[in-house]
């Protein structure tokens, strides 16, 4: 569905994209992660046509971004961080206005749009008095209701409450099930993504480090954090057990390890054991140590 | 037909800003002002000056007569702030807002999104131009009634032209209404040029402004006077001879067609420069 191909950018000089490259496919909710500053929302703009590629390609279901931007852009709907009303007038008139851009304003599938994303009480009030969540709401109506067949969200549920983010998430996992929408989400929050995406790049300094499916990126490796003394027989037992210390001190064991064995090993050995607690290693450890790996 | 759909979009927008009318109130006020100086101090001057020169009074101190003054006083420079001000928005503020994102983030063309921007600040300008004429001649109905004919005198432009026939008058002065409307587009276009550029909306319009009154007070500087016709604002102020009672057509043609062709030239000019720019927030 959507096909990104060796994409490069500069800006002022600076390579801020260095020939990424990565494939959607149709129906799938895909995720784009890597820092501020990254080459993410470059990305993104490049698809749009908003940044001018220095290089590369961008393929919306086979039509060139490049080439023709108003046939490829006919299948895309795109939500921004912080979406840009007129905030002088209404929910309903930026709708028609927007919309309107796209081809024809339909009333009675605006009326049902805003209805779904839960607007109908506010949608006569100024853009103006709206919170921040009301916002993304009217972004995903103007975003949904030329129908598009591909998704683009740059980092939607940011600033958004917690109940904000699981409406938002839910919202487009239905999206997906209901009408097959593919989904580009491009985000930092690595829990959203984990909660959300099939897949998901890493791109980092303009590259990317790191493709695959987002239970790859787990690492079920048991963590363990371990004080104990001497800590020169701490770390030859452990190494009987292939475990590695971290730069933080935690200790990680291959996935067969058993846990009991390592404990009853250390004691039987004379470690004077003040602590061993088990660690969950939450997928942005994953995604700073995959991507700092990838990188040296 | 999707155009003027759009267009209506843009219109719609232009005119639910509050800042669209301040030059709408500022002219109003502005307008009464001076009918209330005519009224208390200025028509017993004028009077008398008429009589010293022969000029019927009626002529003179008719609601026609007041509206050519207001509208050729007033619009040319007051006229322009508000111009400018609403054309160096027009692209550069939905830049600086975000909004651009959301437009071009649409299957639409960047010279379309320009040519619907373009063309509401045109109607814009136009219209202000009405709105003033409209709104002068019906104030100084109200002041003065509605009898008298047209008394035109601009001794910078040579013209000296007077109609007794008040239709004739009226004709006349419609006529240069419409001509003032198409100068005043090149103060909404230089603001346009501006705005397409990668800078704040408010330094568009003064980029505009500046334009605009360094070539006025070149234009007006006597060892100058002989090469006025390379001026800007010199070809903008031919709107008057439409008023003369022999209308030098070719000069008149020759003007607006120089003016028409700096217009489109401004918007290729903005327009490739949009078309280059990247839009990141």
Request: proline content about 3%; charged content about 20%; hydrophobic content about 45%.
């Amino acid at each position: 569905m959507l096909s990104v191909r060796k994409l490069r950018k500069k800006f002022g000089g600076k390579e801020v994209l260095k020939g990424v490259s990565f494939e959607v496919s149709r129906g799938e909710i895909y995720g784009l992660l890597g820092h501020n500053g990254a080459g993410k929302s470059t990305t993104l703009g490049i698809i749009l046509s908003m940044v001018a590629a220095g290089g590369g390609e961008v393929l919306i279901d086979g039509i060139s971004v490049q080439r023709d931007p108003r046939r490829a852009l006919r299948k895309v709907g795109a939500i921004f961080e912080a979406p840009a009303f007129y905030d002088y007038m209404s929910g309903w008139e930026n709708l028609k206005v927007l919309v309107g851009l796209s081809g024809v304003f339909e009333e009675g599938k605006a009326r049902e749009m805003v209805e779904r994303v839960g607007l109908s009480d506010r949608i006569g009030s100024q853009v103006s008095t709206y919170s921040h969540g009301m916002r993304q709401r009217l972004a995903l109506a103007q975003a949904l209701l030329p129908e598009p067949e591909i998704l683009l969200l740059d980092e939607p549920t940011d600033g958004l409450d917690p109940e904000g983010i699981k409406w938002f998430r839910d919202f487009i996992i239905g999206l997906r099930e209901e009408r097959g929408m593919t989904v580009l989400f491009n985000s930092h929050l690595l829990s959203e993504v984990e909660q959300m995406c099939d897949r998901v790049s890493i791109i980092r300094e303009g590259e990317l480090v790191y493709e695959g499916a987002v239970n790859e990126l787990r690492d079920d490796r048991p963590a363990l954090r371990i004080v104990a003394s001497p800590s020169e027989v701490l770390g030859e037992v452990a190494g009987c057990f292939h475990g590695e210390q971290q730069h933080d001190g935690r200790w990680i064991f291959p996935e067969e390890t058993a846990v009991p064995e390592l404990v009853k090993s250390l004691v039987a050995a004379g470690v004077n054991l003040s602590e061993l607690t088990p660690l969950r290693r939450s997928l942005e450890d994953v995604y700073l140590e995959h991507s700092r790996l990838n990188l040296r | 037909m999707i155009f003027l759909r759009q267009l209506g979009g843009e219109l719609r927008k232009l005119f639910t800003r509050k800042r669209t009318y301040i030059g709408y109130v500022v002219f109003l006020v502005f307008e009464a002002l001076l009918l209330s100086l005519w009224v208390q101090v200025g028509r017993d001057q004028f009077e008398a000056l008429a009589k010293r020169n022969f000029v019927p009074v009626d002529l003179l101190s008719s609601s026609l007569t007041a509206t050519y003054w207001i509208m050729g006083f007033s619009m040319f420079l007051l006229g322009s702030i508000y111009f400018a001000l609403v054309s160096g928005d027009i692209v550069a503020k939905e830049t600086e807002d975000g909004n651009m994102r959301m437009v071009l983030a649409r299957p639409i063309s960047r010279l379309r999104v320009l040519l619907l921007k373009y063309a509401a600040v045109i109607i814009y300008t136009v219209t202000f131009v009405v709105f003033v004429g409209v709104t002068g001649y019906g104030m100084s109905l109200l002041a003065m009634g509605a009898e008298g004919g047209l008394f035109i005198w601009n001794p910078d432009m040579y013209i000296l032209a007077i109609y007794p026939d008040r239709d004739e008058a009226f004709w006349r002065l419609f006529q240069g209404a419409c001509f003032m409307g198409m100068s005043m587009c090149v103060v909404t276009s230089l603001g346009f040029f501006f705005s397409c550029l990668k800078i704040k909306p408010a330094a568009a319009s003064v980029m505009a402004l500046s334009v605009f009154f360094i070539d006025f007070v070149l234009q007006n500087i006597p060892f100058l006077v002989s090469h006025k016709d390379v001026f800007i604002t010199y070809r903008m102020a031919n709107w008057v001879y439409v008023l003369q009672e022999n209308v030098p057509w070719d000069r008149v043609v020759e003007s607006y067609v120089i003016l028409m062709g700096l217009n489109i030239s401004l918007f290729i000019l903005g327009w490739m420069v949009f078309q280059s720019r990247d839009f990141k927030t």
